[in-house]
């Protein structure tokens, strides 16, 4: 993945700013499914923005939510932003469904994807991308502004994880409260953090690791080094645990990591 890219620092802040179109795209009440999956369309200057690296651009971005019961708009719930890894032409809406027990711990499932394929999976694709589609959930549900999210990847969306969580920081659009981490064989945090800058308060950040003991691809020995480099970068509260399985999402740690997160976060 393309980590920095030329005014990175420049135009993230102007991404959150821009409005994706007129009229509600997301419905007022949770539908019998709980499922959402939307079509919207992608301002100007994400379209541009996407296409920085080499990739074409995208004129609309695709944004599916997993609900929990009884959901309502205009109460207050977690958010779980699924980053799928880009092996084989995955994304992040691809990945969406082996998240979504997370809903039965009362946490929306986010994930976001657009009309064309990329050519070079970029830091500046998937920004501009999830942060229109956040755009669209903060205006639609306006509550959802202050709303606690968490960022989730497996593999190499782990990294995206990191690199995101360190983006949106900076921005200050939402209230990360939360990295869950599966599958990671390289911590990017380093990288981020310097080409971001996230506030301090950024390494208060609960970060989950979980490490499948028979993973070969992302070894333990690999995964314990990312948990050394978060703890060497100040990250105060990083947690690592191993499961009985191989390179794959573990859907225990999963539901332990977002209590976890939910016990320090007090939401």
Known sequence: ????????????????????????????????????????????????????????????????????????????????????TSDSGRTSVMDAPAYRTATEDGWLVVATDANIRLRRDTISWRVAVLSAG?????????????????????????????????????MRSVRIVGIFLTGINDDRMPEALHAFQPPPDFKNVPIWISSGRNDGI???????????SLIHLGFRNVRFTNFFGGHELNRTDLRDALRWFRSLGHF
Do not use: C
């Not at 606690?148 to 949106?168: C, D, H, T, Y």
């Not at 992302?218 to 050394?228: H, L, T």
């Open 1 to 84: 993945m393309t980590g920095k890219l030329p005014l990175v620092r420049v135009l993230l802040s102007l991404i959150i700013l821009v409005a994706t179109s007129s009229g509600a795209i997301l419905p007022g009440t949770a539908p019998a499914s709980r499922t959402i999956d939307v079509w919207f369309p992608l301002p100007q200057f994400n379209r541009e923005y996407a296409a920085q690296g080499g990739n074409p651009q995208p004129t609309a971005g695709r944004l599916l939510i997993y609900l929990p019961e009884r959901f309502n708009p205009r109460q207050t719930w977690p958010v779980l932003i699924v980053n799928s």
């Open 218 to 228: 992302a070894k333990p020995e690999a995964q314990r080094d990312a948990e050394g």
């Open 134 to 170: 956040l755009d669209v959930l903060h205006r639609d549900w306006p509550a959802s502004k202050s709303w606690p999210v968490a960022f989730a990847g497996f593999s190499g969306g782990a990294k995206s994880a990191e690199w995101l969580s360190a983006i949106f920081a900076q």
